[in-house]
């Protein structure tokens, strides 16, 4: 534990960590904007919905989260679309860099350079089908008869699952394989445990924070709450790839090479 923490200073995985928040930030907006209108188009329920309901958030604060999302108009044109799905392409390969940058960090490998590109590009297609699988979890689970609790227990098992699949592949192709299956999935395992445990208390923390900001600073106030929610997801990921390469090297013997695809 010790000898991960000093290595995180040392790569200043903080730093890292905020970067790769900004660039969500960055990449949340045009991406729900797109999706939104997606929707919208289609009649069916937009991330004003679907969002408050896979954090958990009820009453006040889900109608705070859902004005966000909300649209003067039932019908977006398909210009507004385009420039939507535009916007979060350039973005979201933003956030695959800065991804790739920090896991290759962490991971003690060469920078891919531009040759990456296409392998960014694959990985936000993998992101959009991340989204949908989480984001239908909300909607699903709010269907589920019966307790709270059982509507979380489903947002936390699908979550866990999900998250566990979606960035155990991301860092093999982030990565390059450069590093192995068998390598990076404590890494992953790490990652699907704490999104999985963020899921869980965001219905205990968000609901009170998000009606307290909007009460006190307006709309911008809940932006404000949903941004640093993005830094702690982006703390999480960092951390979790950090910890499976602690583990790995823990169970490393003396002398081996770094893991390949021989492992």
């Known amino acids: ?12 995985l903080v730093t890292h ?12 907006a045009p991406l729900m904007v797109a999706l939104s209108a997606l929707l919208r188009r289609a009649g069916g329920e937009g991330p004003g919905v679907l969002v408050p ?20 108009s039932p019908r977006v044109s ?18 695959a860099l800065t991804l790739q940058r920090g896991c290759e960090l962490i991971w003690d490998v060469p920078r891919a350079g531009v040759r990456s590109f296409p392998r960014q590009c694959l990985w936000l297609f993998g992101l959009v089908a991340y ?4 984001l239908s979890v909300g909607r699903n689970a709010h269907h589920i008869h019966g307790h709270d609790h059982v509507r979380l ?30 390598a990076l999935w404590p890494g992953a395992l790490a990652i699907a445990v704490g999104t999985a ?27 404000f709450v949903l941004s640093i929610w993005l830094v702690a997801l982006s703390g ?21 090479a770094q893991p390949s695809d021989s492992d």
């Open 1 to 12: 534990m010790w000898r991960g923490w000093t290595r995180a200073r040392e790569l200043s």
């Open 17 to 28: 960590a905020l970067a790769l928040a900004a660039q969500q930030v960055l990449c949340t």
């Open 53 to 72: 309901r896979y954090l958990g958030l009820t009453g006040a604060s889900a109608k705070d989260v859902a004005a966000l999302f909300a649209g003067a």
């Open 78 to 95: 398909f210009d507004n679309l385009a420039v939507g799905a535009l916007l979060a392409f350039a973005f979201g390969t933003g956030v």
């Open 131 to 134: 989204l949908v699988v989480i």
């Open 153 to 182: 227990g489903a947002r936390v098992v699908v979550q866990f699952g999900a998250s566990f699949v979606f960035f155990w592949w991301s860092q093999r192709l982030l990565l390059g394989g450069r590093v192995s299956w068998r």
């Open 197 to 223: 445990g963020l899921v869980a208390l965001s219905g205990l923390v968000l609901p009170g924070q998000i009606t307290d900001e909007v009460s006190d600073y307006g709309l911008v106030g809940g932006a």
């Open 236 to 256: 999480v990921v960092l951390g979790g790839v950090m910890v499976g390469n602690v583990v790995h090297d823990a169970h490393r013997p003396v002398g081996e």
